[in-house]
């Protein structure tokens, strides 16, 4: 029986309570139950998107995980794991969180259901997907657009700030400054 592995990059951002614990908690848990994470970008901080009330800087991390799952059943874990950090869903989509995690690519899939849209379908406006997903794929060719990650950041008109942090430490998940 051949086993697929496939590569997924997504992107984590939390900006609810301890938000370096709450992306290293995503990272383990996303190891555990999804997939082996392969790259990982610095943190940055980043201006909240949308109409939030608070507009809390979120922190955010671009991955690169290989994982068997499908596309259904690697957003069926992210959701868990998302519920299980204690991400409460509403009616406002720009609302505080304590983590997000989105697919941005699966490899270089094309799909549009409910549940699932991928490439993720406004990544190419938000700076704050395209800073890290640079940092750890500026050659991963859009599969929509036809344009590398890289030319997607220079021609993104996104005016929101966004910092980039110290490297993470894996051992301890915590951000160490050059």
């Not at 992306?23 to 997939?35: D, E, F, H, I, V």
């Not at 990982?40 to 955010?60: I, R």
Request: aromatic fraction near 6%; charge should be neutral.
């Amino acid at each position: 029986m051949h086993i697929m592995i496939n590569e997924a990059y997504l992107l984590l951002g939390s900006n609810l309570g301890d938000r370096q614990d709450y992306l290293l908690r995503a990272r383990r848990a996303l190891s555990c139950l999804a997939g082996n994470m392969l790259r990982a970008s610095h943190l940055f901080e980043t201006e909240a998107w949308g109409d939030t009330p608070d507009k809390q800087e979120y922190l955010n991390q671009a991955i690169l995980l290989t994982t068997t799952h499908s596309p259904a059943s690697l957003i069926r874990q992210t959701l868990r794991i998302e519920g299980s950090l204690g991400r409460q869903r509403g009616d406002n989509q720009y609302a505080a969180r304590t983590i997000d995690i989105d697919i941005i690519f699966f490899n270089h899939m094309m799909l549009n259901t409910n549940s699932l849209v991928l490439p993720h379908p406004r990544m190419q406006l938000r700076r704050f997907v395209l800073e890290p997903l640079n940092e750890i794929a500026p050659d991963f060719v859009h599969p929509v657009f036809k344009q590398k990650v890289a030319t997607l950041l220079s021609e993104c008109d996104d005016c929101l700030a966004v910092k980039k942090l110290g490297a993470v430490d894996a051992e301890i998940g915590r951000t160490r400054t050059f």
